[in-house]
């Protein structure tokens, strides 16, 4: 099984950041896991964008709390 991870330029372009310590305060913002490599680059892998987009879904409104 092959782990796939995000490179450098596709994670600049999801989080709009340069720098590493940046990149992470964005993910943790977005919900998005990583792991910190020892560099203190944010490594995520590329299922974990769809595990974020599966939680994010609308599931529609909570009608039982309507009348809470």
């Known amino acids: 099984m092959t782990v796939l991870f995000l490179t450098a330029d596709e994670l600049a372009r999801l989080t709009g950041r340069v720098r590493y310590s ?9 919900g998005i896991r990583y792991v910190r490599a ?29 009348n809470a």
């Open 38 to 66: 020892a560099t203190g680059e944010p490594l995520v892998r590329a299922d974990a964008l769809d595990d974020r987009a599966g939680s994010a879904r609308n599931r529609g409104p909570k009608w039982e709390r309507l």
């Open 22 to 30: 940046a990149q992470r305060k964005a993910l943790d913002g977005l």
